[in-house]
C-alpha cells in the first residue's frame, strides 16, 4: 500500500427522520399533570383495563398482533397452539441453554434472552418456522397429493437424500423418523374448527410422504396455525420463540436451585478432538 | 475413539424404533410407528454421551487445546488476543500483523455514540439497569442486522469475490455494476458501498494508513474494490464503506465469507458497553425520556370491548 489514497471528504446525509415514532398497536393517554404518566393504555382501541375485565389472555394475544380480537374459533386455535408449544422439552438445545443458565448459576434473569436465541435456530427454531411459512405461503395452491409426488421424483432424479434437502422446510424427519409428537398435534389442531387451508393442505401433503419418513415438525405445525391465523411469515419465527418459552425458563429455573453437579459433565474419556 | 462423521445415507426406511419400547408413552398406540432411517439412529447412539470436536477442549492435567495448539503453551503469550480470536472463529492461525489490522477494525466499530442502533440497546439497558453483560451481549446481537454491522459481511465479501472471478473472465467493472443492479431489481445498490446517516466513510484512511504500517499491498479483490467505487461516485456520488472495504481486503488474505462473518460477531460489543455506562451512571429511564405524546399513535380509536 504505498499509495495513498484521497477518499470524499465524510458530510452528514441530512436524512428525514421521523420526529416520532408511530404505532397503530398501543396509546398510552397522559395524566393530567404529567406527561410522562399513563393515565390509560388502549391495545388497538381498547381500553386494557377492560379486556383486562372481558377478555382471556389468548384472545388480547390475537388483539395485539392481529389488531382485530379472534373469533372463537380463532381462539381455540391459538390457545391449541400455545399449549403445544409451551414447552420445546428437556432435550431441545434451546431448553438445555436454559439449563445451563440455571446450573452454571447464571442470573435467572438471562435464561429467557439466553434460551430464546437458540431457539431462533433455522433448525428446530424460529428460522425455520419462517422458512416453513414461506414454504407454505408459495405451495398453498398446489394439489398437496401432486406436490408429493414431484418432490420425491426431483429427490430421486437429483440423487439428493431429504436429510440434506431443504425443500420442505418444517416438514420431514427428526432423528431419522416421524416425529410423533408434531404428527400428534397437527391431528388434534385439525379437527378444530378454526382449521384453515395451511393445515389441511399440510395435512393431505404429509400423508402421501408419511411411508418416506417425511411428516410434521413441530415447526411446521406453527407454521400452518400461524398461516390460517393470519400471521405474515416474519412474525412466525418470533411467535415461535415466545410460545417456547415458558418452558425455557421452567427448566432454567429448575436446575437454578440445583448444584453445579446436577447435570452431566462429560469425562475426559469421553472427549474426542478429531484431528 | 468413534467413528468419523459421515453422511447418512437415504437407505430405505424401516419400522425400526427402539423407543417404542418406551412403556411410559402414555399415547402409545399401534400407530406410532416413525418409519426411521436405522443408520441415523446408530449415529446418534455413536454419539449420546460424547462430544467430537474438530476444534478442540479442556483436559485437566494435559492441557487445553485449539485448532492443534496447545493454547496455554504454544498460544497465550506467545500470540495475540487477536490472533487466537481469529483461530478460534476460522480454525486460521494468522501472522501478528494481520491480527493486528483486524484489532484496529475492531476499534472503527467501537463507537460509543448511543444514535447508533446497537448502540442504543446498551443505553437503553444502562438506564433500566440491566447487567452490562446482558447489555453488551444483546447489542452485540443487534449488529447481526441485514442493514448494518456485521451480517453484511457475508453478502459483502461474497460480492467482492464473484465480481473479481467475473472480472478475470473478462467482465468490466462498469458491467460488473450492471449486473449487481440488475440483480436488485435496477436499484443502484451493492453491499459494501453507500452508508445511512453520511456520505464517505473516515474509517476507509485510517484503515489503509493500518495497513501501509504493518506491511499490507494491495490485493486484487482491493484494487477491483477501488474501480468499482470510482465508477459508483462517478455516477451516483456514493463510495465505498468500511464493511466493503474489509470485504475486500480480507479476500485478499483469503477469507471466505462466512469465515469473516464468524470473526467479527462481537464488532460492536466495546461500543455498546460504553454506551452502557454513560446511562448507567445517570438517574434511571432518564436516557431519552418520551412523553406519552412523543408517541405517534395511528390505530384504531377507543372502542368498546365485546363480551
Not at chain 2, 468413534?2 to 426406511?13: H, R
Not at chain 2, 447508533?116 to 453483560?133: F, H, Y
Amino acid at each position: 500500500m504505498a499509495e495513498e489514497l484521497k477518499h470524499e471528504q465524510v458530510r452528514s446525509r441530512n436524512e428525514p427522520f421521523a420526529q416520532r415514532v408511530v404505532t397503530q398497536i398501543w396509546q398510552e393517554e397522559p395524566s393530567s399533570d404529567n406527561p410522562y404518566i399513563a393515565a390509560a393504555a388502549l391495545c388497538h382501541g381498547y381500553d386494557l383495563f377492560e379486556l383486562m375485565e372481558k377478555r382471556s389472555f389468548v384472545d388480547v394475544f390475537y388483539l395485539l398482533f392481529r389488531g382485530e380480537l379472534p373469533t372463537k374459533a380463532e381462539a381455540q386455535l391459538l390457545q391449541a397452539l400455545m399449549i403445544a408449544l409451551i414447552n420445546p422439552g428437556p432435550r431441545h438445545p434451546a431448553t438445555r441453554a436454559a439449563m445451563n443458565v440455571g446450573v452454571g448459576k447464571t442470573d435467572p434473569l438471562h435464561i429467557l434472552p439466553i434460551a430464546a436465541a437458540v431457539l431462533g435456530g433455522q433448525h428446530s427454531g424460529g428460522g425455520e418456522v419462517e422458512s416453513a411459512m414461506h414454504f407454505l405461503s408459495k405451495n398453498l395452491s398446489s394439489n398437496p397429493h401432486e406436490f408429493a409426488k414431484t418432490f420425491l421424483q426431483e429427490l430421486t432424479a437429483k440423487n439428493i437424500t431429504f436429510e440434506n434437502s431443504q425443500t420442505t422446510p418444517g416438514f420431514g424427519k427428526r432423528n431419522g423418523g416421524i416425529e410423533l409428537m408434531a404428527l400428534g398435534i397437527a391431528n388434534r389442531m385439525l379437527k378444530l374448527e378454526g382449521a384453515g387451508n395451511a393445515l389441511k393442505w399440510s395435512s393431505e401433503m404429509v400423508s402421501a410422504l408419511a411411508s418416506h419418513g417425511i411428516s410434521w415438525l413441530t415447526t411446521g405445525v406453527a407454521a400452518a396455525v400461524f398461516i390460517d391465523l393470519g400471521f405474515q411469515p416474519r412474525a412466525g419465527g418470533a411467535l415461535f420463540q415466545l410460545m417456547g418459552s415458558p418452558g425455557l425458563i421452567a427448566h432454567g429455573l429448575e436446575l437454578a436451585s440445583k448444584p453445579i453437579l446436577a447435570m452431566p459433565f462429560v469425562g475426559d474419556e469421553n472427549y474426542v478432538i478429531e484431528r | 475413539m468413534l467413528s468419523s462423521d459421515k453422511p447418512i445415507s437415504n437407505s430405505n426406511p424401516t419400522n425400526s424404533n427402539p423407543t417404542n419400547s418406551n412403556p411410559t408413552n402414555s399415547n402409545a398406540t399401534n400407530n406410532n410407528a416413525t418409519n426411521s432411517n436405522p443408520e441415523l439412529i446408530d449415529y446418534l447412539e455413536q454419539r449420546r454421551g460424547k462430544i467430537i470436536s474438530n476444534t478442540g477442549g479442556w483436559f485437566p492435567g494435559k492441557g487445553v487445546f485449539s485448532h492443534g495448539y496447545s493454547m496455554l503453551e504454544e498460544l497465550v503469550g506467545e500470540k495475540s488476543y487477536f490472533q487466537i480470536l481469529i483461530l478460534n472463529a476460522t480454525g486460521k492461525l494468522v501472522d501478528k500483523s494481520l491480527a493486528d489490522w483486524v484489532e484496529a477494525l475492531y476499534g472503527c466499530l467501537s463507537w460509543p455514540d448511543p444514535r447508533i442502533w446497537c448502540n442504543q440497546i446498551g443505553a437503553l439497558a444502562g438506564t433500566v439497569r440491566t447487567s452490562v453483560m446482558a447489555a453488551t451481549a444483546m447489542g452485540s446481537l443487534a449488529a447481526d442486522s441485514r442493514i448494518y454491522g456485521v451480517f453484511p459481511l457475508i453478502e459483502s465479501v461474497t460480492f467482492i469475490q464473484q465480481a473479481l472471478a467475473k472480472h478475470k473472465q473478462g467482465l468490466t467493472s462498469a458491467e460488473i455494476i450492471n449486473e449487481a443492479f440488475a440483480a436488485c431489481k435496477g436499484k443502484p445498490y451493492i453491499m459494501g458501498y453507500k452508508r445511512p446517516i453520511a456520505k464517505g466513510d473516515e474509517r476507509l484512511e485510517v484503515m489503509e494508513k493500518v495497513g501501509r504500517k504493518l506491511g499490507f499491498e494491495i490485493g486484487e479483490h482491493m484494487l477491483l474494490a477501488y474501480e468499482i467505487e470510482k465508477i459508483l461516485m462517478q455516477q451516483f456520488d456514493e463510495g465505498m464503506n468500511i464493511n466493503g472495504y474489509m470485504s475486500a481486503f480480507l479476500s485478499d488474505q483469503g477469507f471466505n465469507p462466512q469465515e469473516t462473518y464468524q470473526m467479527f460477531s462481537m464488532l460492536v460489543a466495546s461500543g455498546v458497553t460504553a454506551c452502557y455506562l454513560d446511562t448507567f451512571h445517570r438517574p434511571p429511564n432518564t436516557f431519552l425520556p418520551l412523553r406519552c405524546e412523543d408517541i405517534d399513535y395511528q390505530g384504531a380509536p377507543l372502542r368498546k370491548v365485546p363480551d
